[in-house]
């Protein structure tokens, strides 16, 4: 089992910065592969962005120059910074973990962001 904690979520204005952190716990030995989600009132849950163990990162076209993933291995955390946040950036945001070549997954509770205009 693997736990994740989201937090770091909040109010913010457009143009503004927030960094979001994602901590996992249990058996993390098991995970090498960590992405974010988000999913905005009434629509789909969206993938923004993956890390590797190995630290290799992927990102959503449209969070791409703004969002970063990262990763601190020693406190089994990620994090995703967000920068340049906008309106349609409003979302509960979700970390998910999980081991590439199976079907299963670990999940957050997520945090909520909003972005005021």
């Known amino acids: 089992q693997v736990q994740l904690a989201e937090s770091g979520g909040g109010l913010v204005q457009a143009g503004g910065s927030l960094r979001l952190s994602c901590a996992a716990s249990?058996?993390?030995?098991?995970?090498?592969?960590m992405d974010w989600y988000r999913q905005a009132s009434g629509k789909q849950r969206e993938w923004l962005a993956t890390?590797?163990?190995?630290?290799?990162?992927n990102y959503l076209d449209s969070v791409e120059g703004r969002f970063t993933i990262s990763r601190d291995s020693a406190k089994n955390t990620v994090y995703l910074q967000m920068n340049s946040l906008r309106p349609e950036d409003t979302a509960v945001y979700y970390c998910?973990?999980?081991?590439?070549?199976?079907?299963?997954?670990?999940w957050g509770q997520g945090t909520q962001v909003t972005v005021s205009s």
């Open positions: 998910r973990a999980r081991r590439r070549g199976t079907s299963l997954d670990y």
């Open positions: 890390i590797t163990d190995g630290g290799s990162t």
């Open positions: 249990g058996s993390t030995f098991w995970v090498n592969v």
